[in-house]
Nanobody
Framework: QVQLVESGGGLVQPGGSLRLSCAAS????????IGWFRQAPGKEREGVSC????????DYADSVKGRFTISRDNAKNTVYLQMNSLKPEDTAVYYC?????????????????????WGQGTQVTVSS
């Protein structure tokens, strides 16, 4: 049974930092990319970042480039999203998701249709 469990969300002031974690189980971790998405109230789900398996190639939405960093610890089956210089517009529920296709050497993408299993989400609120 595939499971993805996010943690690390919370309330932070503008300019602050948070690190989100996504612990995965129930599938061959080595072969699948993982993505982070977010959804703010009244808005569509947005791809934030992704990281491939094996090579660890990454991609970021323009809105978070230079501020967020994705990484993975294959020994712990965990992906992290380090978020720095947070802005009020980063406020959203953040989800991690498993890529549906097994890794074949191509970069990961940020379209939600590319992913087949999702975590329950963790709330991030950036406010003074």
């Amino acid at each position: 049974q595939v499971q993805l469990v996010e943690s690390g969300g919370g309330l932070v002031q503008p300019g602050g930092s948070l690190r989100l974690s996504c612990a995965a189980s129930g599938f061959s971790w080595t072969w699948y990319s993982i993505g982070w998405f977010r959804q703010a109230p009244g808005k569509e789900r947005e791809g934030v970042s992704c990281i491939t398996s094996i090579k660890g190639t990454t991609d970021y939405a323009d809105s978070v480039k230079g501020r967020f960093t994705i990484s993975r610890d294959n020994a712990k089956n965990t992906v992290y999203l380090q978020m720095n210089s947070l802005k009020p517009e980063d406020t959203a529920v953040y989800y991690c998701a498993k890529y549906s296709a097994r890794y074949s050497g191509t970069p990961c993408g940020l379209g939600s249709s590319l992913y087949d299993y999702w975590g329950q989400g963790t709330q991030v609120t950036v406010s003074s």
